[in-house]
């Protein structure tokens, strides 16, 4: 019987592969620049792998897609806190990728009781990628009424200003990236931990597999990560800016939209310092603009921002604000400019064996078939309403964290993907069934800033003068 | 494709709704005439009104059902009411707080996650709240009034253990912990872990010459709490308004001649409860509790009112009613049969009279046999119109108008009484 792994790209990918070098195990496709996402050993002929988002593999096991994984702890926890019954057994602390997840708060007093004293007045809004771990610690604390923004990333962003408290992973090294941060809890310590199924580990015979990774963790090299050097600096604190001081607050993207948008703002004639920047600051100054301050946070989180307030302008992308307003169809947010830059097309894709090619086909062979149906994307919400639309009867979405392709076949039957050309989708042996739309990067804005105030104006001022820019080319 | 039932769900047949009824018109009928009055809360609250502390406990709060609604980007979450006291206290809160006291009851599901599916996530309750008085008596009436309604329902072996929060809450201060971990042990407790307070006892040894006696020993006399008062008046000072409160209970239960047992470490219930803690027990099986909650309305922002309250588990009653008290009065139905579409507007005629003559009156739409059914009444094309066929007696009558149809069921059947009316007349 075939014994399947999960591995984890990213953060943990090159010290797991020398692991599985010195494992012996013949798993050559596993590096750094790995195109193909399915992967055999040479060793083991019965022994295959598949590469995933670190946070995807906790559940990939627990449903039984995969026998073994390795993953960091933090995920793995992340998993376990809410529904602590899955079939998810740990095997082994693989003592790398050291790290620990820090509840940390931008406020000056900033003990417990204060906290929940806050709590009593208001809400407590926590911002992480680890939702679950921050509800968890929420309800062990007693806070009161209380918000978690699950978050893709830089949750350090958002105290003090958008988040009393964030939820974050400080790996050793980047205690920069948490500066002018102070720690509240440490909520977790953790490091990567080899996982196994329940199923699998009470029947099937991992045991060469998994006694190779253990004999060679034993003989790693002596584990010169101190977690104890992950000091949160407390030097600085930033001024709390109100909502109505008449500061304009623009999101700008973090990742691979920074250099068009660099250019284009440039363009327009508006400055911005340290952006992209090399030490991680997501705080970059604007330079020739009065009364405007900027913060980089994800794309993907910046819609829930600007109907939250916390932001009165935010470069995004049309698909995530249609995948946010399918969420909340009546949210108070609007397209003001569409920038025209970094085009994708947003399509269902499926296996080249799959005998459809269009929706109507797929709703068929669905009917026909007795599993459920499984719709793998980044987009939950617009990848529910394309199933619900084209009545895919009995469906599941799973949530990914990019990679997506790497799913099909075995994982799941379609995917809702963004593409450029195309290439990617047919390198994996995907073909595309259906465009749901055009997807470009656009400026969002919230409905409810009245266009005669001054803060409407100023927020009017600098649309107007990108739009200028834009129309240039 | 499947039909399936959503895991951790049941449904409830003909059969199970007939008890369910029942258990629900007993419930009602003792409460009207207790004065309690009835009131329905909506089935989705905010999170936040469960979530501060002192009601419900973070095992609790970990498997409510929450999500996002449709226009949740505040991230203000709502839940499935997870808890049927709760939204009372809520209610009370925002729109009765001026009447000083409220004697409120209502019948209700609550819905909690149960990971393994097994057991059901909806649970239907029925309770009460007696709001805005602390005294014994408040307490006992609740007792007494939990114990007429399942006395109504003809249960068996009905126990009543008592204890009581505030003595457990004294107790876990007097060992010296830290708040937390006095709410940590506290919420053990209430989460039905009995050893909990034992296992306390033994990691301090130096405490157990007072504490253990307290814990380990049950009581069912007003004696056993004045024995513990006389032992503790020294060394335990805190103790004896609790204890007072408890002896007032117990005294006018035993002149009431209920038998009760007194089980401290038995706290089970809720973290909201201040004074006294009720639970009933038919066999072995938890079949309700209740308690006081003296701190929850002030906790959730309302003036300083006290209350304590009880539920029954409607679920677990439903499985324990005899069938005996459920049976249906006999010689009541009638299968109201057309020979030919023609007669079907006279069917629906003399159907409609019958039912408003108190008769349960049922149509034949062509496929229905005769089965369960006492009267056959068939509506002729030619006079006389009505055949009148006693499925019973197995013997037939022919009649003209409905009176003469009537007068021949009347005579027959004796009483008109419809269930509920049966059901509440005892």
Redesign the interface.
């Known amino acids: 019987m075939g014994i399947k792994i999960a591995l984890p790209k990213g953060r943990l990918l090159s010290k797991t592969a020398s692991l599985l070098q010195m494992a012996g195990w013949g798993m050559d496709g596993y590096h750094e620049q790995a195109r193909l996402y399915h992967l055999k050993s040479r060793v083991y002929p019965n022994l295959s792998a598949k590469m995933f988002h670190e946070r995807d593999i906790p559940i990939q096991v627990a449903i039984g897609n995969y026998d073994l994984g390795i993953c960091g702890g933090d995920w793995v926890e992340e998993l376990l806190v ?4 899955s079939s998810l057994v740990k095997i082994r602390d693989l003592d790398y990728g050291a790290g620990s997840l820090c509840m940390v708060a931008g406020l000056a007093d900033i003990s417990m009781d204060a906290i929940r004293r806050k709590a009593g007045r208001g ?1 407590i ?1 926590i911002v992480s990628e680890y939702a679950n771990l921050a509800e ?1 610690f ?3 604390e ?8 699950p978050v893709w990333g830089g949750a350090e962003a958002y105290p003090p200003e958008d988040a009393e408290l964030a939820l974050i992973s400080g790996q050793n090294g980047d205690e920069g990236r948490v500066m002018g941060m102070r720690l509240v809890a440490r909520v977790l310590d953790f490091s990567a931990y080899l996982i196994a199924n329940r199923g699998s580990w009470g029947a099937k015979d991992l045991d060469r597999v998994v006694a190779s990774i253990c004999d060679s963790c034993d003989h790693l090299p002596a584990n010169e990560e101190i977690r104890e050097k992950l000091e949160i600096k407390k030097e600085k604190t930033y001024n709390i800016q109100r909502p109505e001081d008449g500061i304009i607050r623009i999101a700008l993207p973090d990742g691979h939209q920074q250099a068009p948008m660099l250019q284009l703002l440039k363009k327009a004639g508006i400055e911005v310092e340290d952006y992209p920047s090399p030490t991680g600051n997501r705080r970059p100054d604007i330079i020739n603009i009065e009364g405007v301050t900027a913060k980089v946070i994800r794309p993907q989180d910046m819609p ?1 921002q600007v ?2 307030g916390n932001f009165d302008l935010a470069i995004t992308g049309r698909d995530w604000l249609a995948d ?1 307003r399918y ?5 108070p947010v609007k397209e003001l400019l569409d920038l025209k830059s970094g085009k994708v097309r947003l399509v269902a894709v499926v296996s080249q064996e799959l005998p459809v090619n269009n929706a109507a086909n797929l709703r068929k062979f669905i ?1 026909e078939s ?1 599993a459920p149906f499984r719709v793998a994307s980044e987009y939950v919400n617009i990848a529910d309403r394309y199933a619900r639309d084209n009545h895919f ?2 469906y599941r979405v799973i949530p990914t964290w990019g990679a997506t392709e790497a799913f099909l076949p075995d994982d799941a039957d379609l995917l809702i993907e963004n593409t450029e050309t195309g290439g990617t989708i047919a390198r994996h042996n995907l073909k595309i069934i259906d465009t749901l739309f055009e997807s470009t990067a656009c400026i969002i804005g919230n409905t409810r800033i009245k266009s005669g105030s001054t803060k409407g104006e100023k927020a009017g001022f600098i649309v107007e003068t990108i739009r200028a820019a834009v129309e240039d080319t | ?1 499947r039909v399936q039932r959503c895991k951790g769900t049941r449904d409830l047949s003909p059969d199970e709704m007939a008890r369910f009824r029942f258990i629900e018109e007993v419930f009602r009928e003792r409460c009207l005439r207790w004065g309690y009055q009835e009131v329905r809360t909506p089935t989705i609250e905010y999170l ?1 009104l469960f ?3 002192g009601t419900l406990t ?1 095992s609790m ?2 498997r409510v059902y929450s999500f ?1 609604d ?8 709502v839940v499935l009411r997870p808890d049927g006291t709760i939204p009372i206290a809520r209610l009370y809160i925002d729109s009765m707080a001026d009447r000083g006291l409220a004697r409120l009851f209502y019948v209700t599901n609550t819905f909690i996650f149960e ?2 599916g097994k057991k059901t996530r909806e649970r239907w309750q029925c309770g009460t709240e007696l709001i805005g008085v602390n005294t014994p008596a408040s307490d006992t009436e609740l007792i007494v009034l939990a114990l007429e309604v399942l006395n109504n329902l003809k249960l068996k072996n009905v126990t009543l253990r008592l204890s009581h929060a505030g003595l457990i809450k004294a107790l876990l201060e007097r060992l010296g912990l830290n708040p937390e971990e006095q709410a940590k042990i506290f919420d053990r407790i209430l989460d039905g872990d009995t050893k909990a307070l034992a296992a306390l006892g033994a990691d301090r040894p130096e405490m157990s010459g007072i504490l253990l006696p307290l814990l380990s020993l049950k009581g069912n006399s007003s004696g056993f709490l004045k024995n513990l008062k006389a032992i503790s008046a020294r060394s335990l000072p805190e103790f004896e308004p609790y204890l007072n409160n408890f002896i007032g209970v117990v005294r006018i239960l035993e002149s009431l001649g209920y038998k009760y047992q007194i089980d401290i470490a038995s706290g089970a219930g809720f973290e909201y409860y201040t004074g006294i803690i009720f639970q009933l027990y038919s066999g072995r099986e938890k079949i309700g509790g209740g308690g006081r909650y003296d701190a929850l309305i002030p906790a959730m922002g309302g003036d300083d009112v006290p209350a304590s309250g009880f539920a029954l588990y409607i679920d677990r009653l439903m499985n324990l009613i005899e069938p005996a008290a459920l049976r249906k009065p006999a010689g009541q139905s009638v299968l109201v049969k057309s020979e030919d579409d023609g007669g079907m507007n006279e069917a629906f005629s003399i159907a409609s009279r019958l039912r408003d003559a108190g008769y349960t009156a049922e149509l034949d739409l062509g496929s229905r046999g005769t089965e369960g059914t006492r009267w056959l009444l068939e509506i002729q094309g030619k006079p006389p119109k009505y055949r009148l066929r006693d499925m019973v007696e197995s013997s037939q009558a022919e009649a003209q108008t409905a009176e003469e149809i009537l007068t021949i069921i009347e005579g027959k059947s004796g009483n008109q009484d419809s269930l509920a009316q049966r059901a509440t007349s005892k």
Not at chain 1, 82 to 85: E, F
Not at chain 2, 70 to 77: A, C, F, I, Y
């Open positions: 809410k529904y602590p019954s809400t809004r968890s929420a309800l062990e007693r806070l009161r009424r209380f918000s978690v923004f829930l109907v939250n946010h969420q909340f169809p009546s949210s009917e007795t009867g009995r | 494709m936040h979530t501060s502390a973070p709060l970990g996002l449709w226009d949740g980007w505040s991230g203000e979450r990971e393994t």
